[in-house]
């Protein structure tokens, strides 16, 4: 189809992954359309892997069950929300401890829009800039202030924009805190599915080798040609 992705993610040192990813593309009444995500469990609470998870799921359904494309980007941030409720009630239901971050990438008639809530990251790419998209939702001490599990509302990011000729990167802290960028401009180049694979692969091998301990999980998304 219109694009060409490739994810991975790690245990690394870490006891469990409580990272979760999707990625699909569809053509919905003709119109190609992608959806990404990347969720990180949030490690200080017991039941973080379940968010991830769940998170991830309730997207891919969603995804799987549209039939229309218009107002799609509007309707993802409110099945988003809808996701946080519902972690919260599951929780509650389970005496879980569970929180997440979470972003998201959805590509559509040409168009970008990116969501967060947490302190996952998403960065567009050419073969000569990298610009991170999103901001960080924490504090110097690397204490979140929005996340998914939070009880009452929770403020997504959403920022839209031209996607023709970028790539883009979501990612973890795991992936992000020790990876040289200057690798990230290669996968704007990457005409086949196994670079972006082997790009994935040399960029965990870095951060492992610069001292990550976290888990470790990241999807590449590039327009075809």
Same mark, same amino acid.
């Given at each position: 189809?219109?694009?060409?992705?490739?994810?991975?993610?790690?245990?690394?040192?870490?006891?469990?992954?409580?990272?979760?990813?999707?990625?699909?593309?569809?053509?919905?009444?003709?119109?190609?359309?992608?959806?990404?995500?990347?969720?990180?469990?949030?490690?200080?609470?017991?039941?973080?892997?379940?968010?991830?998870?769940?998170?991830?799921?309730?997207?891919?359904?969603?995804?799987?069950?549209?039939?229309?494309?218009?107002?799609?980007?509007?309707?993802?941030?409110?099945?988003?929300?809808?996701?946080?409720?519902?972690?919260?009630?599951?929780?509650?239901?389970?005496?879980?401890?569970?929180?997440?971050?979470?972003?998201?990438?959805?590509?559509?008639?040409?168009?970008?829009?990116?969501?967060?809530?947490?302190?996952?990251?998403?960065?567009?790419?050419?073969?000569?800039?990298?610009?991170? +998209?999103? =901001?960080? !939702?924490?504090?110097?001490?690397?204490?979140?202030? &929005?996340? #998914?599990? %939070? *009880?009452?509302?929770? $403020?997504?990011?959403?920022?839209?924009?031209?996607?023709?000729?970028?790539?883009? +990167?979501? =990612?973890? !802290?795991?992936?992000?805190?020790?990876?040289?960028? &200057?690798? #990230?401009? %290669? *996968?704007?180049?990457? $005409?086949?599915?196994?670079?972006?694979?082997?790009?994935?692969?040399?960029?965990?091998?870095?951060?492992?080798?610069?001292?990550?301990?976290?888990?470790?999980?990241?999807?590449?998304?590039?327009?075809?040609?």
């Amino acid at each position: 189809m219109k694009w060409m992705f490739a994810g991975i993610s790690e245990k690394n040192l870490r006891p469990t992954n409580m990272d979760s990813l999707f990625a699909a593309e569809r053509r919905i009444n003709g119109t190609e359309v992608l959806l990404a995500a990347v969720c990180d469990g949030v490690g200080s609470q017991a039941d973080g892997a379940f968010a991830a998870a769940f998170a991830t799921e309730s997207l891919e359904s969603w995804f799987c069950a549209q039939t229309s494309t218009e107002g799609m980007a509007p309707a993802l941030r409110e099945r988003i929300l809808r996701i946080n409720h519902e972690i919260v009630l599951q929780a509650q239901r389970q005496r879980l401890a569970a929180a997440s971050t979470l972003t998201a990438l959805l590509l559509l008639d040409g168009r970008y829009t990116a969501l967060c809530a947490g302190d996952s990251r998403i960065y567009a790419l050419d073969r000569t800039d990298v610009q991170q +998209l999103t =901001c960080d !939702d924490a504090t110097e001490d690397g204490k979140l202030t &929005e996340y #998914l599990g %939070r *009880a009452g509302a929770v $403020r997504v990011q959403y920022l839209e924009g031209e996607a023709a000729q970028r790539g883009f +990167l979501l =990612c973890t !802290d795991g992936f992000y805190k020790r990876m040289p960028q &200057e690798l #990230l401009p %290669r *996968a704007a180049g990457a $005409r086949r599915r196994d670079e972006l694979d082997r790009l994935l692969a040399e960029m965990s091998r870095t951060v492992k080798q610069r001292g990550e301990r976290d888990n470790i999980s990241a999807v590449i998304i590039k327009t075809k040609g």
